[in-house]
């Protein structure tokens, strides 16, 4: 393929017209044509320039055909993930949030007329829970279907794309890192507030486990989502997930399974404490520590079966 061809194929991929082209590299449009038609040849300065425009390498514009390189997203992949992502997010964030929110009712309101407000709270809670499972259940299905309808994605991510989400990925971790850390600082402070007022006291001690809740909360859904998206890029990893002769398949079901029932001891451990012994504003402890232990099962499920992809 020739200059003109890749240019002009560039050119339309990422949707610009001819007049914005020679505005941008400060030339007339007839001679953005003429170049497309392989009547004349851009100066070196301007190849370079239109190199760095569209992403590729000088070799690639010049002497190959770069319409064999490019991968078109043709069953809306990155579209479905994102929103994938952000359903999952708010899932998440839905559970934690109402932990935190229970936390900070039970906290700020006392007992009126013999109302339980931890129960009013454990309400509030569940309600959130329902609508974090509802949305669980529609994004697991939906996934369901988009795999079996595409269980195969050719890989259409550049390198420029990949790297630009990797500095994105450090940004959200360590947000989330300094998030915990901070609000673990603010919760210490609270608690060593020194008041001869029990009842200040009392509230404080409470409040401050509500804030720290509520760090964790934001810096929890920023790690879920950049860690959604991280998955998002790793299409191989994703091809393999739905090759049933891979070890890659065989080692995600195994993990789905096991943790499915790790997370389900967690809910009956978190509603005896809450139902039995009214410990509703820590046992919410569980599901950190569960989580955990979910993941380092599923690491040692992965290193046990480690397959080359």
Not at 23 to 50: F, G, H, N
């Amino acid at each position: 393929m020739s200059l003109g061809q890749n240019l002009q194929f560039l050119r339309k991929r990422d949707n610009i017209t001819q007049e914005q082209l020679a505005e941008a590299l400060e030339v007339s449009r007839q001679s953005v044509s003429k170049w497309e038609s392989d009547t004349t040849y851009p100066e070196m300065d301007k190849l370079l320039q239109l190199a760095n425009l569209f992403h590729c390498t000088l070799d690639d514009l010049v002497q190959k055909d770069i319409s064999t390189q490019y991968v078109e997203d043709k069953c809306n992949y990155d579209e479905f993930m994102n929103q994938f992502s952000k359903r999952i997010m708010t899932g998440v964030g839905l559970i934690l949030g109402g932990v935190t929110l229970m936390i900070f009712l039970t906290a700020l309101l006392p007992e009126k007329q013999g109302f339980d407000m931890e129960a009013l709270g454990g309400i509030i809670f569940f309600l959130f829970v329902a609508t974090a499972v509802a949305i669980f259940i529609v994004s697991g299905l939906q996934m369901s279907y988009f795999e079996k309808k595409y269980p195969y994605i050719e890989n259409f991510y550049t390198d420029e794309e990949k790297e630009a989400f990797h500095k994105k990925l450090i940004k959200f971790i360590t947000t989330g890192v300094v998030l915990i850390i901070f609000g673990l600082i603010i919760a210490i402070g609270m608690d060593a507030v020194v008041s001869n007022n029990h009842l200040i006291r009392e509230i404080l001690d409470e409040l401050s486990g509500g804030v720290f809740m509520l760090f964790v909360t934001i810096a929890v859904v920023l790690f879920v989502y950049a860690g959604t998206q991280d998955s998002k890029y790793n299409i191989d990893h994703y091809n393999l997930m739905h090759d049933h002769n891979s070890k890659t398949y065989k080692n995600s079901k195994k993990s789905g399974l096991i943790c499915g029932c790790i997370m389900m001891i967690a809910t009956i451990i978190f509603l005896a404490c809450g139902f039995l012994w009214k410990m509703w504003e820590t046992a919410w402890v569980v599901y950190p520590i569960f989580g955990i232990v979910c993941g380092i099962a599923s690491i040692i499920i992965n290193r046990n079966n480690e397959e080359e992809e």
